[in-house]
């Protein structure tokens, strides 16, 4: 029965060529194929981002890191230190991609996690990401207060940004955004965090870009805030802008933002001890500040918003509760009918927890490319992908 599953999106995929035409998931939203963007059995392949450049050609980053599974260890870890920031590249519609990824950035001091792309209007790639070091546990009580471990050993480095100036062909960087006030950790050398998070920053229609961030804010209860940083020059500096989400007991971390064409900055926060329910918040006065969270009323994480040539946003997230997939909901304009937009389920297939992250860009006037990392029955880490074709409204 196992092996069965790992066929199952090749046999969807053939059973709508030969019908000619797609799967209706609810009308007006059409899946045409499911396919894997990138799989090798010595790797463990996570956290893609996606963007589509000028010419046409799709870039797929995510991280990648040895599979330890594959070298005979019990588990995959999303701590390593052979983690890096890796590319695809496909130049016909999604169809084919690149066999060997390109490097985009090694840390000089740990592995790095979820490469977050955004392309700016001028064609600049900016690449988002943060990192870990791995070091011999007995090590870390010497470093001092306020050192943030994933588990024993692994200390956080922060956050940081890479830049591409040639289509993601050489990469400049690392660009340090800020420490901000409510995190309370410190990295290994005793400095102050620079932020972090991941998920989709947003070039506004001024130029200025919206990064909601992450913030350790309190030990006991360990949680973490949303808070909004900003940048005026693409990029190359940031500065604290306002809190977006802050709970005595709700956690809010993985984070993505999006303005409307109304001007409203959105953010569609990832969130923890609130029953798992995916939450929003929205500032009406160009980030300065924000209206109070709400839940959204579905459970899913974490969330990424792409706008669809008829002006509405396509929210894509991962469902780590049985059955275990990727779904997606077609949202209005100002992105204000989360509670009653109809869910679609994109894949209910996933083998374990261990999947999601999901990103999307839109292909053409139709198609949708979403992509994001999935393992069939507990099978290899690979990233993926699912094509859909969107009726405009």
């Given at each position: 029965?196992s092996s069965l599953?790992?066929?199952?999106?090749?046999?969807?995929?053939?059973?709508?060529?030969?019908s000619?035409g797609?799967?209706?998931?609810?009308?007006g939203?059409?899946k045409v194929?499911?396919?894997?963007?990138?799989?090798?059995?010595?790797?463990?392949a996570?956290?893609?981002?996606?963007?589509k450049?000028?010419?046409?050609?799709?870039?797929?980053?995510?991280?990648?890191a040895?599979?330890r599974?594959?070298?005979?260890?019990k588990?995959?870890?999303?701590?390593?230190?052979?983690?890096?920031?890796?590319?695809?590249?496909?130049?016909?519609?999604?169809?084919?991609?690149t066999?060997?990824?390109?490097?985009?950035?090694?840390?000089?001091?740990?592995?790095?996690?979820?490469?977050?792309?955004?392309?700016l209007?001028?064609g600049?790639?900016?690449?988002?990401?943060?990192?870990?070091?791995?070091?011999?546990?007995?090590?870390?009580p010497?470093l001092?207060?306020?050192v943030?471990q994933?588990?024993?050993?692994?200390?956080?480095?922060g956050?940081?940004?890479?830049?591409?100036?040639?289509?993601?062909?050489?990469?400049?960087?690392?660009?340090?955004p800020?420490?901000?006030p409510?995190?309370?950790?410190?990295?290994?050398?005793?400095?102050?965090?620079p932020a972090y998070?991941?998920?989709?920053?947003?070039?506004?229609?001024?130029?200025?870009?919206f990064w909601?961030?992450?913030?350790?804010?309190?030990?006991?209860?360990?949680?973490?805030?949303?808070?909004?940083?900003v940048?005026?020059?693409?990029?190359?500096?940031?500065?604290?802008?306002?809190?977006?989400?802050?709970?005595?007991?709700?956690t809010?971390n993985?984070?993505s933002?999006?303005?409307?064409?109304?001007?409203?900055?959105?953010?569609?926060?990832?969130?923890?001890?609130?029953?798992?329910?995916?939450?929003?918040?929205r500032?009406t006065?160009?980030?300065?500040t924000?209206?109070?969270?709400?839940?959204?009323g579905?459970?899913?994480?974490?969330?990424?918003?792409?706008?669809?040539?008829?002006q509405?946003?396509?929210?894509?997230?991962?469902?780590?509760?049985?059955?275990?997939?990727?779904?997606?909901?077609?949202?209005?304009?100002?992105?204000?009918?989360?509670?009653?937009?109809?869910e679609?389920?994109?894949?209910e297939?996933?083998?374990?927890t261990?999947?999601?992250?999901?990103?999307?860009?839109?292909?053409d006037?139709?198609r949708v490319?979403?992509?994001?990392?999935?393992?069939?029955?507990?099978?290899?880490?690979?990233?993926?992908?699912?094509?859909?074709?969107?009726?405009?409204?």
């Open positions: 029965m599953r790992f066929l199952l999106p090749a046999v969807i995929a053939l059973a709508a060529a030969l000619g797609a799967a209706e998931l609810v009308p939203v059409r194929s499911d396919s894997i963007l990138y799989q090798e059995s010595r790797f463990y996570t956290f893609p981002s996606v963007v450049r000028p010419d046409g050609e799709l870039l797929v980053a995510f991280r990648r040895p599979s599974v594959a070298l005979r260890e588990t995959e870890s999303h701590i390593d230190p052979n983690s890096y920031l890796v590319l695809v590249r496909s130049r016909d519609g999604g169809a084919t991609w066999k060997e990824p390109e490097l985009v950035y090694a840390h000089a001091f740990g592995g790095s996690q979820d490469p977050c792309l955004l392309q209007r001028d600049t790639l900016l690449c988002s990401s943060y990192g870990w070091a791995v070091m011999k546990p007995e090590a870390v010497l001092g207060p306020r943030n994933n588990r024993p050993g692994a200390v956080f480095l956050g940081y940004l890479v830049r591409s100036s040639d289509g993601g062909r050489s990469w400049q960087g690392p660009i340090y800020p420490h901000i409510p995190e309370i950790n410190h990295d290994p050398y005793g400095r102050p965090l998070n991941r998920g989709a920053l947003y070039e506004g229609k001024s130029g200025r870009i909601v961030v992450a913030a350790m804010d309190t030990e006991k209860p360990r949680k973490t805030s949303n808070h909004l940083l940048s005026d020059d693409r990029g190359t500096t940031w500065r604290y802008s306002a809190p977006v989400a802050v709970d005595a007991k709700v809010f993985e984070a933002a999006y303005e409307t064409p109304q001007g409203d900055v959105v953010a569609f926060l990832r969130t923890a001890n609130f029953e798992d329910q995916a939450c929003i918040a500032s006065d160009g980030g300065k924000f209206q109070p969270w709400q839940g959204m579905f459970k899913g994480h974490p969330l990424q918003a792409t706008r669809l040539p008829d509405r946003v396509l929210l894509v997230y991962g469902y780590r509760h049985k059955p275990y997939g990727i779904r997606a909901r077609i949202l209005n304009a100002e992105c204000t009918d989360y509670a009653t937009a109809p679609i389920v994109l894949r297939d996933g083998g374990t261990d999947i999601g992250y999901p990103w999307s860009v839109v292909v006037a139709r490319l979403v992509v994001y990392y999935f393992n069939l029955a507990n099978g290899p880490r690979h990233i993926a992908g699912t094509m859909l074709e969107i009726d405009p409204k």
